[in-house]
């Protein structure tokens, strides 16, 4: 029995249209970044979750009530689910993702919020799923990418919305040296990671090779974590000239881990002309001689123009195949790639290239369609846009986080980007 002058408990069913309570907190801070990071992040232990959207921002009269008793009602079910957990995103929507929760138990809820809050105010249309619904439950295996494709889209109306870190003061030469003399005995396995270049032509999609790489930053956060090793060029030159010494001594005694793999190591022109690489191409057995891609900035090649020729040259003696580096529209519309004797050329994706103005944006895409001897790459796809950039100009190589995520789901890259074609309304 309640206490005498007790005022019993208020859920969302009690409120009536349009009522406000006597204190309506100010809007919190939305949860876009926590929820993109997540997505990002998810590995296939979180098979199973289901996703309820709320599509609040499509409402004609938008009343800060809603959101609390939505999040009440949830509560209230949440004692039989064995996950729940809900974001309030930047344009007022809210996601709820969930696992262990009867599918009709969800509708039944999200049938009532929709019917109390469509009482007093109507939608303003379709949601971004093309249903005249106020709410989506989906599966978060079968929708992964149409759901991180409306979280990204929210992080494109809002540039500079999602947080960065601090800045850090440029390296000084003094603590380069002190990192110089740690890295003789550092050892650098645990920050040699791969990631793999996709063929989205074939089904099933083939890795055409893996790139091994080294997390600068993870590096950087042990090594040196007060200061920015890469704002000082000529210091972060020195320093990865000295940092591609250590990762091929370190790849010298873990080669195994190679094997059956083409494998690209992004290094510095001086370094495959060096003694050190050298002794790590003796190691190599004739398979994986065969299977090796020297990736090459570009920044690199044109200040050094000279050791590239002779990094081709060299390149075509020992049989590795050559890619050019960290490439944009403007580099691939003005250098004579297709001539220039490599395999490869990776482009880094930026949504501006959805945007390109002429006659910039026929020279790109011209170079592209008529490519002869080298294949373009599209990288750093962190973004479903990306994806689909990709897939509608022929660029059939593609990397990036996108394209690991969709992977780890178990989803081809062929079906990801049918999904989100239909979402586009291709």
Same mark, same amino acid.
């Given at each position: 029995?309640?206490?005498?002058?007790?005022?019993?408990?208020?859920?969302?069913?009690?409120?009536?249209?349009?009522?406000?309570?006597?204190?309506?907190?100010?809007?919190?801070?939305?949860?876009?970044?926590?929820?993109?990071?997540?997505?990002?992040?998810?590995?296939?232990?979180?098979?199973?979750?289901?996703v309820v959207h709320l599509h609040?921002?499509?409402?004609?009269?938008?009343?800060?009530?809603?959101?609390?008793?939505?999040?009440?009602?949830?509560?209230?079910?949440?004692?039989?689910?064995?996950?729940?957990?809900?974001?309030?995103?930047?344009?007022?929507?809210?996601?709820?993702?969930?696992?262990?929760? *009867?599918?009709? @138990?969800? +509708?039944?809820?999200?049938?009532?919020?929709? %019917?109390?809050? !469509?009482?007093?105010?109507?939608? #303003?249309?379709?949601?971004?799923?093309?249903?005249?619904?106020?709410?989506?439950?989906?599966?978060?295996?079968?929708?992964?990418?149409?759901?991180?494709?409306?979280?990204?889209?929210?992080?494109?109306?809002?540039?500079?919305?999602?947080?960065?870190?601090?800045?850090?003061?440029?390296?000084?030469?003094?603590?380069?040296?002190?990192?110089?003399?740690?890295?003789?005995?550092?050892?650098?396995?645990?920050?040699?990671?791969?990631?793999?270049?996709?063929?989205?032509?074939?089904?099933?999609?083939?890795?055409?090779?893996?790139?091994?790489?080294?997390?600068?930053?993870?590096?950087?956060?042990?090594?040196?974590?007060?200061f920015d090793i890469t704002s000082?060029?000529?210091?972060?030159?020195?320093?990865?000239?000295?940092?591609?010494?250590?990762?091929? *001594?370190?790849? @010298?005694? +873990?080669?195994?881990?190679?094997?059956?793999? %083409?494998?690209? !190591?992004?290094?510095?022109?001086? #370094?495959?002309?060096?003694?050190?690489?050298?002794?790590?191409?003796?190691?190599?057995?004739?398979?994986?001689?065969?299977?090796?891609?020297?990736?090459?900035?570009?920044?690199?090649?044109?200040?050094?123009?000279?050791?590239?020729?002779?990094?081709?040259?060299?390149?075509?003696?020992?049989?590795?195949?050559?890619?050019?580096?960290?490439?944009?529209?403007?580099?691939?519309?003005?250098?004579?790639?297709?001539?220039?004797?490599?395999?490869?050329?990776?482009?880094?994706?930026?949504?501006?290239?959805?945007?390109?103005?002429?006659?910039?944006?026929?020279?790109?895409?011209?170079?592209?369609?008529?490519?002869?001897?080298?294949?373009?790459?599209?990288?750093?796809?962190?973004?479903?846009?990306?994806?689909?950039?990709?897939?509608?100009?022929?660029?059939?190589?593609?990397?990036g986080r996108i394209v690991d995520?969709?992977?780890?789901?178990?989803?081809?890259?062929?079906?990801?980007?049918?999904?989100?074609?239909?979402?586009?309304?291709?």
């Open positions: 029995m309640r206490p005498t002058g007790q005022k019993p408990a208020r859920d969302w069913v009690r409120f009536k249209p349009g009522e406000k309570p006597s204190a309506v907190p100010e809007k919190p801070q939305d949860d876009d970044e926590k929820l993109l990071q997540l997505l990002q992040s998810a590995k296939r232990e979180l098979q199973g979750l289901r609040l921002s499509l409402l004609k009269d938008k009343n800060s009530t809603d959101t609390l008793s939505i999040k009440h009602a949830f509560q209230e079910a949440a004692s039989t689910a064995t996950f729940l957990q809900t974001y309030s995103l930047s344009n007022d929507d809210l996601i709820i993702l969930y696992k262990g929760m *009867r599918f009709s @138990n969800v +509708s039944d809820i999200c049938q009532k919020v929709e %019917r109390v809050i !469509l009482s007093r105010t109507k939608m #303003t249309g379709p949601n971004p799923y093309n249903e005249k619904a106020l709410f989506s439950v989906l599966e978060l295996s079968l929708n992964f990418v149409n759901v991180i494709r409306f979280i990204e889209s929210l992080a494109a109306k809002n540039p500079g919305h999602i947080n960065s870190a601090a800045t850090k003061p440029p390296i000084t030469l003094e603590e380069l040296g002190k990192i110089e003399r740690a890295m003789a005995i550092f050892d650098l396995s645990p920050f040699i990671l791969n990631q793999p270049i996709i063929d989205i032509s074939e089904e099933p999609n083939l890795r055409e090779y893996y790139e091994v790489y080294i997390t600068v930053r993870e590096l950087e956060n042990r090594v040196s974590p007060n000082n060029r000529w210091l972060f030159n020195y320093f990865t000239s000295n940092l591609d010494q250590s990762t091929l *001594r370190s790849l @010298n005694y +873990s080669v195994e881990f190679l094997r059956n793999n %083409r494998i690209g !190591l992004n290094l510095n022109l001086t #370094t495959v002309l060096s003694d050190v690489f050298v002794r790590f191409d003796e190691r190599l057995n004739a398979e994986l001689k065969n299977n090796l891609v020297i990736e090459i900035n570009k920044v690199d090649l044109i200040e050094n123009e000279y050791l590239f020729r002779e990094v081709i040259e060299y390149a075509a003696y020992k049989g590795f195949r050559v890619c050019i580096d960290g490439l944009s529209p403007y580099w691939v519309a003005h250098l004579d790639i297709d001539n220039m004797g490599c395999d490869y050329a990776k482009i880094f994706w930026n949504a501006d290239m959805d945007s390109l103005k002429e006659p910039e944006k026929s020279i790109f895409l011209d170079k592209i369609k008529n490519q002869s001897s080298c294949q373009y790459i599209l990288a750093r796809c962190g973004t479903v846009s990306g994806l689909l950039f990709a897939h509608r100009h022929g660029i059939n190589l593609v990397q995520n969709i992977l780890r789901k178990g989803v081809s890259i062929s079906d990801a980007i049918k999904t989100a074609k239909v979402m586009d309304g291709d």
